[in-house]
């Protein structure tokens, strides 16, 4: 025993316990995932991300079940995130143009007094008995296209404050507020239908987005940006933007994993409702928790990835969208809610660590002029989650939501292997160098 308490007091004492008890220390954890909320700037960016993408889960939740319910189709429930999605694919890199050319937090307050707007009128279409389908996708339609300008310049925004772990950090508590708002939004969004229907919940919608407006529109940012040319046209940044993806392996890379991630994996998200009241038969709040345990577990991935702040973000990034897509094919094929729940949960792991190193890849392979356009090679890769839900939705009418889900997921996965093996570095099996191309690991120079 002598000898046991001897070795034990050591191993205390040793270095490596030290540290490991540090990074379990709650205190340590706290201040490493939360450090860059020091930054005053950040601090405020990220307080109006609390508000815009809640209100924006709560949009997604609120019209995938009015038009579920006026419609009772599978596919025009999936034409509500085709409509969202669709401009990042038709503007995604005009929005980067316009980052690089003009002042990243003035686009910022453009955005959300355009979706204030927009949200009034739709409050007045619910109460006036107007509102159809079309309102609907004309709604999410022009949130989307101001989706696809705020993720542009608020990203860029990020590397023109952090490098380094500090920018992977930032990046991770951004994405952890946009996919954890799924944890309230949906939820808020399917309650207020319950108790006020479609227009109350709107009431609530307009009451964030202004949330939003006021501190956007109070905040003050003197980080220099390095502006790109005033005399380039938008659409020669569209061809810069072309030339970025064609010239830089790190950006191309990061955009086709995220083409694929959102062609194949993230429009499974549309047959989720179906799912859920024709297969599990459950009401709208039921459905919301589902949508909220992929926020939360989304959120979990997230702060992890805020904390850890990994080396190995080539894999925490594709890894985590394979995880995504493996867990929606569980969920689609789940015979009980509960355990439908827990893939949800599963699924959203896998994105908390895809969309905490999606932004970070691409930022740290361009300088800070190229910042807005790198992000609008990000936002076309996420455009094509439009016709992901469109295919899926056509599929899931043909077919069925379950089979659907399947097929599409699983040449999802498939893209992925295929992806790692044409880009190493998203395996880590490559050095990255500050232009952007790339090294084997394996030889030394």
């Known amino acids: 025993m002598r000898l046991l308490a001897k070795f034990l007091k050591r191993v205390q004492s040793s270095k490596i316990m030290k540290n490991v008890f540090n990074f379990l220390n709650v205190s340590s954890i706290a201040n490493r995932t939360f450090d860059t909320l020091h930054n005053p700037v950040f601090r405020r960016v990220w307080s109006i991300g609390a508000f815009y993408y809640t209100y924006?889960?709560?949009?997604?939740?609120?019209?995938?079940?009015?038009?579920?319910?006026?419609?009772?189709?599978?596919?025009?429930?999936?034409?509500?995130?085709?409509?969202?999605?669709?401009?990042?694919?038709?503007?995604?890199?005009?929005?980067g143009g316009l980052a690089d050319r003009f002042t990243r937090h003035w686009l910022m307050r453009g955005v959300q007094s355009i979706n204030f707007l927009a949200g009034v009128l739709m409050v007045i279409a619910l109460y006036s008995g107007i509102a159809t389908a079309i309102h609907a996708y004309a709604m999410i339609?022009?949130?989307?296209?101001?989706?696809?300008?705020?993720?542009?310049?608020r990203r860029a925004l990020l590397g023109d404050l952090f490098e380094g772990k500090e920018l992977?950090?930032?990046?991770a508590l951004d994405s952890g507020?946009?996919?954890?708002?799924?944890?309230?939004g949906p939820l808020l969004g399917t309650i207020l239908i319950r108790f006020v229907d479609f227009g109350g919940a709107y009431v609530?919608?307009?009451?964030?987005?202004?949330?939003?407006?006021?501190?956007?529109?109070?905040?003050?940012?003197?980080?220099p940006q390095a502006y790109s040319s005033k005399a380039q046209s938008v659409l020669s940044q569209v061809s810069s933007?072309?030339?970025?993806?064609?010239?830089?392996r790190a950006v191309l890379g990061t955009v086709l994993l995220t083409a694929s991630f959102n062609f194949?994996?993230?429009?499974?998200?549309?047959?989720?409702?179906?799912?859920?009241?024709?297969?599990?038969?459950t009401g709208e709040i039921q459905y919301g928790l589902l949508l909220s345990s992929l926020g939360f577990g989304a959120m979990i991935g997230a702060l992890l990835i805020a904390s850890i702040k990994p080396i190995h973000k080539g894999n925490v990034y594709s890894l985590g969208a394979a995880l995504l897509m493996a867990a929606a094919i569980a969920y689609a094929w789940s015979p009980w809610y509960w355990l439908a729940i827990f893939w949800m949960f599963i699924a959203g792991i896998g994105l908390g660590g895809f969309a905490?190193?999606?932004?970070?890849?691409?930022?740290?392979?361009?300088?800070?002029e190229l910042r807005g356009r790198a992000m609008g090679a990000i936002v076309l890769g996420i455009g094509f989650q439009a016709p992901g839900m469109f295919v899926m939705g056509a599929i899931g009418e043909i077919i069925g939501p379950r089979e659907s889900v399947t097929y599409v997921g699983g040449v999802g996965l498939v893209s992925i292997v295929i992806l790692r093996q044409i880009f190493p570095a998203l395996a880590d099996k490559t050095k990255r160098l500050t232009d952007g191309t790339e090294t084997s690991t394996h030889f030394k120079k």
């Open 241 to 248: 933007s072309i030339e970025l993806m064609r010239t830089n």
């Open 168 to 171: 992977t950090s930032a990046t």
């Open 264 to 281: 194949f994996g993230w429009p499974y998200v549309q047959m989720v409702p179906v799912i859920a009241r024709d297969i599990l038969n």
């Open 56 to 95: 924006r889960a709560t949009e997604l939740a609120v019209l995938s079940w009015f038009v579920l319910e006026l419609t009772d189709s599978e596919l025009q429930v999936a034409l509500i995130g085709v409509s969202r999605i669709a401009p990042m694919f038709l503007f995604g890199l005009v929005s």
């Open 356 to 368: 905490g190193m999606q932004p970070v890849l691409a930022l740290e392979a361009v300088g800070s």
């Open 177 to 184: 507020l946009v996919t954890g708002s799924n944890l309230i």
């Open 204 to 223: 609530g919608i307009s009451f964030m987005m202004a949330s939003a407006l006021l501190l956007v529109l109070s905040m003050r940012v003197n980080t």
């Open 141 to 153: 339609f022009i949130t989307g296209t101001t989706w696809s300008i705020d993720y542009a310049a």
